[in-house]
Structure formats: structure tokens, C-alpha cells
């Protein structure tokens, strides 16, 4: 049986001091119609969005996720979020997801309808895909070429490269023509030889016994999951580091991962046609932090 929950939030100003929005929210049904046409989220991607795991009813990583988001809005030139506000309507929704399951819950926040006066924001949940196969059997990846060298984060900050906004066409495109490739997913690679995100997650390698992660320096997201499980390697006294990593490392890497809110980790077994060993325990490891709860 799917199901599906789905509130209508009249955003608030980041320094509203009520401490309860209750009167802010509007639950919808999820199945009817609900936005204007002249909504810009639809019309032009032009919004942004949080996509949160939940775990038997807990909201995973609230704080990351909120943090990010008012991230994203500042890049897009958006109103600052208000964290109670969005906080509220997270609980809201955490309570209709079920006790012994998984589930997504989304943040929306789009520029609202055109000409008007703003923003337009909702949350919505529903049950999480089931993501077993992906995290025990592992995925087959390709690189792909993101078009654009390292530097245009900085050159180019209209490009809203840091932004988790509502405009994903061109990451769905990637997962496609991963697939036409004979793969599971993509990853990014600059045009002059970095390696970056996957479309819809981070990817951690494991080099001369080190976790290394993209340094999110502005061309990439700085992903919730990745921050959690460096946070828990740490704590089992592993090494971690940001760098900027050039495509060669690929091949040093003697594990690797695709990590993210819903998936979690995903073993990569192969990239661009090179075997990769699938380190099942230090997957189960990851994947147990990652189920358990988490603030
Ligand atoms: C482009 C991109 N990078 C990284 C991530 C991973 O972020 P998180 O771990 O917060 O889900 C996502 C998640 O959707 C993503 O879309």
C-alpha cells in the first residue's frame, strides 16, 4: 500500500518569533491538484528542495538538512528560512510516516508564483523505495563529464552550483545515459579531470587505508550522509579528508561508495568497466550508523 502526506507552509520571515506554526500549515491532498499555474517551481525549476530520510518515524539529520537548506536559499537569493518553522512541519510529518519503515520526507521552497509577492513552500512524505539491493549487492558506476572545468564555481557563481535547487532535469539525463552505458548511476567528472558527486549522492573512496571525500567548494553539494558517516569513522579513530580529487584516484581507490538520505550507502563494484572489491562489512557498518537514529 503507498501512502503519501503531504503540508502547505506560508513561509515565515527567519526571525518570526512564535514558537508555534501550527497556524501556518495547511495539510493537502497529496493526490489533488495544488499548485498554481503560474507556480515557478514548475515553470522554471526555480526553487529548492531538502530530501530527508526517516527511519521507523525519526527525521534523520533535521539540523544538516535545515542548515543546507537556508544554504541553498541564500546562493538562489531566496528569503532566509525560518529553522522552527520548517522544524514544525517536519515533526508534522515525521508522525504520519510509519513506526516500522522507511520514508522520505521533502522539503519544497520555490520562488512562488509569478508576480507574486512570496515564496510558495510545502513538505510532503511518502514511503522510501526499497534500497536493499543497491545496499547489499552494490551498484556499477560510470564517470560522465560535467562540462564545466573545477574553477567555474567560483567564475560563474550564477550557475547556483552549491544550490540544492528544484532544477534536476540535467541530473535525471545523467542517470539515463548512465544506464544506456550499461550502469546503475554516474559520476561527475570536470572537463579538466576532477572527480565530483554523483547526481543524486556523494561518493566517498577509500585510498591507502584514508576515506576521502570532493571538497564541496562550491561546485557540489555538501552531502548530510557523508557528513554523518566521516563523523562516525572519526569516532572509530579513522582518517577522513576533503580533497580535490583528480579522475586518477579512481583507480587507487580499493573501495568506494554512494552515499545520500534514502539510498544510504551503495558499494560501487564497478567503475567505467574496472572491478572494484566490495567490502561487505565496512558496508553493513555504514549502513547500521546510518538506520540507527540520528539528530
Ligand atoms: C547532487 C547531490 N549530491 C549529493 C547528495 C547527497 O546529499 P545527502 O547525503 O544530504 O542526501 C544529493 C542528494 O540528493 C544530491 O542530489
Not at 497529496?30 to 530520510?53: H, K, M, N, W, Y
Not at 587505508?209 to 569516532?235: C, D, K, M, Y
Request: charged share 20%.
Amino acid at each position: 500500500m503507498t501512502w503519501r502526506f503531504a503540508l502547505v507552509i506560508e513561509p515565515a520571515a527567519s526571525d518570526d518569533s512564535r514558537t508555534d506554526f501550527g497556524g501556518t500549515f495547511t495539510e493537502i491532498d497529496p493526490s489533488a491538484p495544488a499548485l498554481s499555474v503560474g507556480e515557478l517551481s514548475t515553470q522554471r525549476g526555480d526553487g529548492i528542495f531538502e530530501s530527508i530520510g526517516v527511519i521507523d518515524g525519526h527525521a534523520q539529520e533535521v539540523d544538516a538538512h535545515l542548515d543546507r537548506l537556508a544554504h541553498s536559499a541564500s546562493i538562489c537569493d531566496l528569503p532566509a528560512p525560518s529553522a522552527r518553522q520548517w522544524r514544525q512541519a517536519i515533526d508534522i510529518a515525521a508522525t504520519h510516516c510509519p513506526a516500522d519503515a522507511e520514508a522520505v520526507i521533502k522539503l519544497i521552497l520555490s520562488r512562488g508564483v509569478e508576480h507574486g509577492p512570496t515564496p510558495t513552500a510545502w513538505v510532503t512524505a511518502a514511503e522510501a523505495a526499497d534500497n536493499t539491493r543497491a545496499r547489499t549487492e552494490g551498484i556499477t558506476v560510470v564517470t560522465l563529464d560535467r562540462g564545466y572545468g573545477i574553477d567555474v564555481p567560483a567564475r560563474a557563481p550564477w550557475l547556483l552550483l552549491g544550490a540544492k535547487t528544484l532544477s534536476y532535469a540535467v541530473n535525471m539525463a545523467s542517470i539515463r545515459e548512465a544506464k544506456r552505458r550499461g550502469a546503475d548511476d554516474a559520476v561527475y567528472v570536470t572537463s579538466d579531470g576532477f572527480v565530483l558527486e554523483a547526481p543524486t549522492a556523494s561518493l566517498i573512496l577509500r585510498v591507502d587505508g584514508r576515506f576521502v571525500t570532493p571538497a564541496p567548494n562550491g561546485g557540489i553539494l555538501h552531502g548530510t550522509t557523508q557528513l554523518s558517516l566521516f563523523e562516525h569513522l572519526e569516532a572509530l579513530g579513522e582518517e577522513t579528508s576533503y580533497e580535490t580529487v583528480p579522475v586518477s584516484m579512481l583507480g587507487e581507490a580499493d573501495a568506494a561508495w554512494l552515499v545520500s538520505s534514502v539510498r544510504l550507502a551503495a558499494p560501487i563494484r564497478r567503475i567505467d568497466g574496472r572491478d572494484l572489491a566490495l567490502d561487505a562489512e565496512a558496508t553493513a557498518s555504514f549502513n547500521r550508523h546510518l538506520l540507527s537514529p540520528r539528530d
